[in-house]
């Protein structure tokens, strides 16, 4: 199986320096203001992109590709734990990423921005494992 995994690692290259680049910044900063809004946009990328290569990633676990394209995306990420591609721990965080992002999708204010930033560096790294277990699946 050949799951092409390019997009989903740029955007979590930008996120890890639009990250980076609010790091530098104080609140108030237009500067700061756009980091983060890029910061947001990546994230929301980040999660749609693992969640759909993830799907894709599954498939062998399942009779039929379609049993595999119905899944909703907590589904995704808890058969992803069931069948040990993540760990139980990261299950948790994906569907609490999903939930933050549920919670606030339609308040894109600061408290949106800022809950998000909070989630960021955990984010980036469960992204970052999660790209390498969808690339593992290449040779299956």
Known sequence: MNINTDHLNRCISTLRSA???????????????IYRAACVKEFELVLEQSGRLLKKRLRPYFAS?????????NDIFRYAARHCLISD?????????????????????????????????????????????IEEGRDD
């Open 19 to 33: 990250w980076e680049g609010l790091q530098q910044r104080e609140p108030g900063d237009v500067m700061y203001d």
């Open 65 to 73: 590709n379609r049993q595999a394209d119905q899944l909703y995306f």
């Open 89 to 133: 721990d990261a299950c948790e965080r994906w569907l609490e990423y999903r939930d933050a992002r549920n919670e606030t999708a339609h308040e894109y204010g600061e408290h949106f921005a800022e809950r998000t930033l909070e989630l960021l560096p955990q984010f980036i790294a469960d992204a970052d494992a999660l790209a390498g277990v």
